[in-house]
């Protein structure tokens, strides 16, 4: 089973950048999953943010998303980010780190295998 953590939450305002950051322990070769971002706002359904394939040379993003965020890997490190730019309140969640055998946009949050605890932003008017 693999161990997700997250890190680079924080309150930002409208405009700001953010980086976040989760690092994995897996007795399972890291670049064996695909990984992936979801987040969850109060009330409302985990959604997908965006994902990348296990070598790194496919991604994918959600709608709300696209052009503002970036994710990447780091195999080597055992690590994957999520690059926030040009936030907006609308982006304020509990953003969770996910692991899997795939990822895409049409990936449910129910079918994902490994979670991380979850970092909280929030983005300010």
């Known amino acids: 089973q693999v161990q997700l953590v997250e890190s680079g939450g924080g309150l930002v305002q409208a405009g700001d950048s953010l980086r976040l950051s989760c690092t994995t322990a897996s007795g399972r070769s890291f670049s064996a999953y695909a990984m992936g971002w979801f987040r969850q706002a109060p009330g409302k359904e985990r959604e997908f943010v965006a994902a990348i394939n296990w070598s790194g040379d496919s991604t994918y993003y959600g709608d709300p998303v696209k052009g503002r965020f970036t994710i990447s890997r780091d195999n080597a490190k055992k690590m994957v980010y999520l690059q926030m730019n040009s936030l907006k309140p609308e982006d304020t969640a509990v953003y969770y780190c996910?692991?899997?055998?795939?990822?895409?946009?049409?990936?449910?949050?129910?079918?994902?295998?490994?979670w991380g605890q979850g970092t909280q932003v929030t983005v300010s008017s």
């Open positions: 996910a692991a899997d055998d795939r990822i895409t946009s049409a990936t449910g949050a129910s079918r994902i295998s490994a």
